[in-house]
């Protein structure tokens, strides 16, 4: 990778315009008239295979919490063996 430095920051050369689904990122950077993301020189990358961006600012993943049935005649029993 070539980078050079300009006014006093490291400027990568090799970096590519944001994708689509970089919109509203809060790590994306305007640099001139272009957008590009200040993590990754290949943002596009990120979103192939329909696969979600890991520094995407502007998606909320959902965790799906899965309660265990426990049978209480089970536990009582593991409680007292202890």
């Known amino acids: 990778m070539s980078s050079r ?5 490291l400027v990568n050369l090799n970096r590519m ?3 689509d689904q970089c ?3 809060q790590r994306v950077v305007e640099e001139g008239e272009a957008k590009l993301c200040s993590r990754f020189a290949d943002p596009e990358f990120h979103w192939e295979n329909d696969q ?5 600012t502007h998606i909320k993943r959902e965790v799906k919490v899965v309660k265990k049935v ?4 089970k536990a009582s029993k593991r409680a007292g063996k202890r």
């Open 17 to 19: 315009p944001i994708a």
């Open 5 to 9: 430095l300009k006014e006093g920051k």
């Open 23 to 25: 919109e509203g990122c």
């Open 70 to 73: 426990l049978n209480p005649l």
């Open 52 to 56: 979600i961006c890991a520094f995407a």
